[in-house]
């Protein structure tokens, strides 16, 4: 089977974004299926290509993947329009992909919500078997953020999530809150597989790894990690909240590194050096194994995000199984479905949101008590191997995606032979 899959942030472990796509396509590859990766030119993203642009694309094989990149620079520190208008023309790219190119199964994941749109394009125009991947909820996490107001806007996303949900013959939902959200516009729950993001075990356990801190962290103060976008969703202004709580309890021997870029870090690198937050360490993205050898020196990933009820159960950030497949205990600022697994399984803190000062004492308990933070990683990594595995979701993943085509088909032979 030839599946056309359609991403625009798509990546390669060359690059500081998140590789699920890559190693998704790489699965079908194992399983005897062709993949074509249709994508745009994310800014902390690599697609592995590299010679030049013509006609506003390029296109070659990366690792067995036919990739076709449209020139289309992508920033999560670009404003809002101009963010939309790369959507809107990624969508249009595609559209036409979906009309010329053989294949036999379209496949689009989120975000943005526009991914939606070449498969709608190939179920309805070509009469293809179309499979929708689910990341985030839209529009329901922008009108939660107040990140879109206007109501003919947020009627138009309304429309067209229900029109990807209803033209999908199936989907894949990252969380339990986005599988209630896709049934809640009334697809039926045996057309939704939960395939949540998965842990790299090869990429972040092994003897191989270089381990380093950044400038500014002493080899014994007690590094707590972040990784991953500084914008407005990542609400990364309780790390400084609690920066400062820290500072004024003089714990100098404790340091928060925020690695990564966005819209936001800007104004948050000013409020540290306005606030005098030498506890905070600000670092540009990494690929991924330079990635694996931070993860491999630090003590504790932090997953923040706003405090927007929306996103306790509709969210599966990479970075969180990033931390618990490097035997990382996690300290997570907001209630839902991961909060409730690091409290059931013993591998880091759940604290409230909006709460400085919980947020400080769970970092003063980790440096405090080194040992019960190890057996908190141990059974972080255990958690990894066990349950979020990414070769085994990805043959999860792979047999509603490509094989759930196959068995649909032969279902469908049966019938007319009968």
């Known amino acids: 089977m ?37 994508c745009g030119s994310y800014g902390v993203g690599q697609t592995g290509l590299d010679g030049p642009f013509r006609r506003g694309r390029r296109e070659g094989m990366v690792d067995g993947i036919r990739v076709i990149e449209f020139d289309l620079a992508y920033s999560n520190a670009d404003g809002f329009l101009k963010r939309s208008w790369s959507f809107a023309k990624f969508a249009l790219g595609s559209i036409r992909l979906v ?28 009469g293809k078997p179309f499979v929708f991947e689910v990341r985030d909820l839209w529009p329901e996490l922008p009108r939660a953020m107040k990140v879109i107001t206007n109501p003919v806007v947020l009627w138009l996303l309304s429309a067209l999530e229900w029109a990807s949900y209803r033209s999908a013959h199936r989907c894949v939902a990252l969380s339990p809150g986005i599988s209630d959200g896709i049934a809640g516009r009334g697809v039926a729950r045996d057309r939704i597989a939960l395939v949540p993001n998965g842990c ?49 309890r003089g714990r100098d021997d404790i340091r928060l590194v925020l690695v990564g870029s966005g819209q936001q870090k800007p104004g948050l690198e000013e409020r540290a050096a306005r606030e005098g937050l030498d506890n905070v360490v600000f670092h540009a993205p990494v690929d991924k194994a ?25 969210t599966s950030p990479n970075k969180f199984f990033d931390y618990i497949a490097a035997g990382l205990p996690v300290l997570n600022n907001y209630p839902g479905w991961l909060a409730g ?35 908190m990683g141990e059974n972080a990594a255990a958690l990894a191997r066990t349950q979020f595995s990414r070769a085994m979701l990805a043959d999860r993943w792979v047999a509603w995606v490509a094989e759930g085509e196959r068995q649909r088909e032969e279902r469908g032979l049966t019938a007319a032979s009968g």
């Not at 625009?8 to 190693?23: K, M, N, V």
């Not at 931070?294 to 995000?305: H, S, V």
């Open 2 to 38: 030839h599946v056309l899959y359609f991403h625009q942030h798509f990546s390669t472990p060359r690059g500081a974004a998140g590789i699920r796509s890559y190693e998704m396509a790489r699965a079908l590859l194992r399983r005897g299926h062709e993949v074509t990766m249709v």
């Open 99 to 126: 009309l010329t190119e053989r294949y036999d199964l379209a496949f689009a994941t989120t975000t943005p919500l526009t991914a939606g749109i070449p498969g709608i394009a190939a179920r309805w125009l070509r």
């Open 200 to 248: 790299d075990l090869d990429i972040f356990t092994g003897s191989d790894l270089e381990p380093w801190r950044p400038e500014g962290v002493g080899e014994t103060d007690l590094m707590a990690v972040f990784t991953g976008t500084h914008g407005m969703a990542n609400g990364l202004g309780a790390v400084l909240d609690a920066a400062g709580v820290l500072k004024r």
């Open 290 to 314: 330079r990635l694996a050898g931070l993860l491999a020196a630090a003590d504790l990933g932090m997953q923040c995000l706003a405090n927007v009820p929306a996103f306790y159960y509709g």
């Open 341 to 375: 697994m690091l409290t059931e399984h013993q591998c880091g803190f759940a604290v409230p949101p909006d709460d400085p000062a919980a947020f400080a004492d769970a970092l003063e308990q980790a440096a405090g008590d080194r040992r019960a933070l190890k057996r």
